[in-house]
């Protein structure tokens, strides 16, 4: 037997030995999206028009790394399944100020290939109704509207195609295929290498900051110069040059300056966005002082050359092989950059 004929059987086996035992609790009933501020790819949708459907409900914001780590999965059962009856109903709730930009979640929505529904939930309020806590937030409700499994964070793949696969059977779906989706992700959507990562997220405004050297409250909402600081423990940060350590974000205001992050991590991202919005500056990325080559990510190339045209999150560096504690530095060539989180994969 073939090694593709081998594990397509092996799949299926394990599918119908977990997916028979298991019991599905019932978690109450599929909360509305009548607090839905916008629908994108769709008319609005309810629970009860959703009766007969298996739905699986997925809360999303467009810069989570987390979440950009599931949607290969996301898009693949998309595709698999909703001819058999699964609806999925993305529901796309901001974190950051950017995210509430309608024009920024139409154009990554698209520029993802997001083609399942999305609830546009800007006021928080199907996030609410579902007394959801977590990007990303997987539900899933069976074709009665009842809520019989929910996931959060990455992960766990096969155990939730395993569920809708159930829940699609239960409603008499015929032929449904018991292998397992499998999916090629690149960039941001690939998994993290969680053997090698030290470095957790950090964000860079003062609300939630942490790790910053430099960190003072007399500091905060008001150009200074800061100077950066080359011997930097694990998971602490710096600035370089006259920047405003903003509530929401560290903002550059003058041509030059720099951010700098001692990190363990194959991957390296940040969000960031340029103002005023539409503005394109550029920067560069240096790890340990020097260009990435092989290491750079998907948005530099191997000098560390890139260009801040958007407001997003950004691959700086994926590296291969051994991964130890570097220095990563990005280097803008123009005021106005926002720089908001480090991500780390």
């Not at 599929?30 to 959703?50: H, I, V, Y």
Request: hydrophobic share 35%; glycine share 10%.
């Amino acid at each position: 037997m073939s090694d593709d004929r081998s594990r397509g059987l092996f799949r299926s086996i394990a599918h119908r030995l977990a997916g028979d035992e298991e019991e599905l609790p019932d978690e109450g009933r599929l909360p509305s999206f009548a607090r839905a501020t916008g629908w994108l790819n769709s008319e609005p949708l309810t629970p009860e028009g959703l009766r007969g459907r298996v739905v699986l409900v997925d809360f999303w914001t467009y810069t989570c790394v987390n979440w950009l780590r599931t949607l290969p999965y996301l898009r693949a059962w998309h595709e698999k399944y909703t001819d058999a009856g699964l609806t999925i109903v993305g529901v796309h709730t901001p974190e950051f100020g950017f995210e509430h930009d309608r024009r920024n979640v139409v154009d990554r929505t698209a520029a993802l290939g997001v083609r399942y529904p999305v609830a546009v939930d800007d006021e928080y309020g199907v996030w609410g109704d579902f007394a959801n806590h977590y990007w990303p937030a997987v539900y899933l409700a069976d074709a009665h509207g009842r809520l019989r499994y929910h996931h959060f964070g990455e992960g766990e793949y096969a155990r939730t195609e395993m569920m809708i696969q159930r829940l699609l059977k239960d409603t008499g779906a015929q032929d449904v295929d018991p292998d397992l989706v499998m999916v090629d992700p690149v960039g941001l959507e690939v998994a993290a290498d969680w053997r090698d990562l030290r470095s957790p997220e950090t964000y860079l405004g003062y609300a939630q900051s942490s790790g910053f050297v430099d960190e003072s409250a007399d500091r905060y909402d008001r150009p200074e110069r800061y100077r950066a600081d080359r011997h930097l423990p694990l998971n602490a940060w710096t600035l370089d040059g006259r920047w405003t350590h903003a509530r929401h974000a560290a903002v550059l205001d003058e041509v030059g300056g720099a951010v700098a992050f001692a990190f363990q991590a194959r991957d390296a991202n940040l969000v960031m966005g340029p103002t005023p919005e539409g503005a394109s500056i550029p920067f560069r990325v240096l790890l340990d002082g020097e260009p990435p080559g092989d290491a750079h990510g998907t948005d530099v190339d191997a000098d560390g050359r890139g260009v801040l045209d958007r407001q997003d999150t950004f691959q700086l560096v994926r590296q291969s092989g051994p991964i130890r504690q570097r220095v990563l530095e990005l280097r803008f060539d123009a005021p106005g950059a926002e720089a908001y989180c480090f991500t780390f994969g």
